[in-house]
């Protein structure tokens, strides 16, 4: 009897600049693949109609992220068009680069989506605040891996 375990876990590494380009703060965050992003991810599976993953948004939300949401809490600016996206053996990874002037404020959320609104929400992620002032840009490295356990 065949018994394979699927699993999908993300994580976020997020890296805070100033405006000199010195690190203010980096930090690892582990994320939700919430109901849509799994329904995503096993139409894409099927053949490529869904949209890829395009876009990353950051928000100031501070509600606990469960499966059933499709969006963030509180948009901070506007959705953010991917820097990279890399695949590799069992992972993806995606990159956002949120310059000065951008998502500015408290942030304690991110989603990856496949469209600048509305559209599909892969994961989310509710994290302790990152105060990213306006002269500050955040890095955002968000690695999915599918494993067999």
Avoid: P
């Avoid at 099927?46 to 949401?69: F, I, N, P, V």
């Avoid at 993806?92 to 000065?100: D, G, H, L």
């Avoid at 990213?132 to 840009?137: L, N, P, V, Y």
Wanted: contains cysteine; charged residues 20%; proline residues 0%.
């Amino acid at each position: 009897m065949i018994n394979e375990n699927l699993k999908l876990s993300g994580q976020l590494n997020i890296v805070l600049r100033d405006k000199d380009g010195n690190i203010k703060e980096e930090r690892i965050e582990k994320n939700l693949v919430v109901a849509t992003g799994l329904t995503f991810i096993a139409s894409r599976m099927k053949d490529a109609t869904a949209t890829a993953m395009t876009h990353m948004g950051l928000g100031s939300g501070t509600t606990t992220a469960a499966a059933g949401q499709t969006d963030l809490v509180t948009l901070l600016g506007s959705r953010e068009v991917l820097d990279s996206t890399t695949a590799s053996s069992n992972t993806i990874a995606y990159v956002a680069s949120f310059e000065a002037g951008d998502a500015t404020g408290a942030v304690t959320e991110a989603g990856i989506f496949n469209a600048a609104s509305s559209g599909t929400m892969l994961c989310r992620v509710k994290f302790n605040v990152v105060n990213k002032a306006a002269d500050d840009t955040m890095a955002v490295t968000w690695t999915i891996t599918l494993s067999a356990s």
